[in-house]
């Protein structure tokens, strides 16, 4: 089952149905299923208190991806941060609700088993989020 929830931020105007089963075929494209993922969209302070008070991280991200999969099952919180996806759309020079779909994305290619974090990881991750959203696309 997929969840979603807004705190501090207008709920954003995406297609729930929708997304959930495209959030769906591309963790069985990785041979997952989904268990309980649970999306959270906040604004800038909400995901930087949450940094802070889990990650011990002192800045503004994106996304937030708490992974409590088990085997094959993905389970997870997503916390998104719509004040730095608007800012991210601008500074990349795409759409709001294309940036929200790649980070919506992003957190279940990590529950996948996908990183971004070493080398060469950010290139295979931009990669596969672009094959997802080009699934979302075809849909």
């Known amino acids: 089952m997929i969840t979603y929830s807004a705190e501090n931020v207008r709920f954003p105007k995406i297609r729930r149905r929708d997304v959930s089963a495209w959030i769906k075929h591309v963790a069985a494209s990785y041979g997952k ?19 802070r008070e889990y990650l011990q991280h002192d800045y503004y991200t994106d996304i ?6 088990e085997d094959d099952t993905l389970n997870g919180d997503l916390v998104i941060s719509l004040d730095t996806v608007r800012t991210n ?9 294309e940036e929200l779909h790649r980070v919506i994305i992003h957190g ?27 699934a979302l696309r075809a849909e």
């Open 33 to 51: 299923k989904v268990g309980e993922i649970g999306y959270l969209f906040c604004d800038d302070e909400k995901i930087l208190e949450v940094n």
């Open 64 to 69: 937030i991806t708490f992974d409590y999969c």
């Open 89 to 97: 759309a601008e500074q990349q020079h795409t759409t709001y609700e």
């Open 108 to 134: 279940i290619l990590h529950l996948c088993g996908i990183n971004d974090k070493g080398p060469g990881e950010r290139e295979i991750m931009e990669r596969e989020e672009n094959k997802a959203l080009t």
